[in-house]
């Protein structure tokens, strides 16, 4: 599998020949402060934006955790849940930084009982 990625002011897109392609941007990070309860996967990776790029790739992703572990790698926790649709589990948690994207999920646009994943066609979802 080959791949690519694109990144210019925290917006990730990976790109593919069909209309599956996702498009995420992240907001300001958070410092000191994780979501709990929200992790989907859990990796430890070499910095932030391997972190980022994990998040794009895995569709039920909308927010990140990224703290520090021993030889100098970060623990990246993906988040199914952000501050806006859970704000009471967003924690203090001193070292770690806490980024969500932006999600048009977040206002409930999807009918029917429909499962929103943010990132995807020209209407972000």
């Known amino acids: 599998i080959i791949w690519s990625e694109w990144k210019l002011n925290d917006v990730f897109v990976l790109p593919t020949t069909d209309d599956n392609r996702r498009h995420i941007k992240f907001k300001d990070p958070i410092p000191n402060m994780a979501m709990k309860n929200h992790a989907i996967k859990v990796s430890e990776v070499p910095n932030e934006g391997s972190c980022k790029i994990m998040c794009l790739m895995e569709p039920n992703c909308v927010s990140i955790n990224v703290g520090p572990v021993a030889g100098g790698n970060q ?37 029917n009982n429909g499962i929103c994943q943010a990132g995807f066609t020209y209407k972000g979802f």
């Open 75 to 111: 623990k990246c926790e993906l988040n199914n849940a952000t501050e806006e649709n859970a704000p009471f589990l967003l924690v203090n948690n001193l070292s770690y930084t806490y980024l969500a994207i932006e999600n048009p999920c977040n206002s409930g646009p999807c009918l």
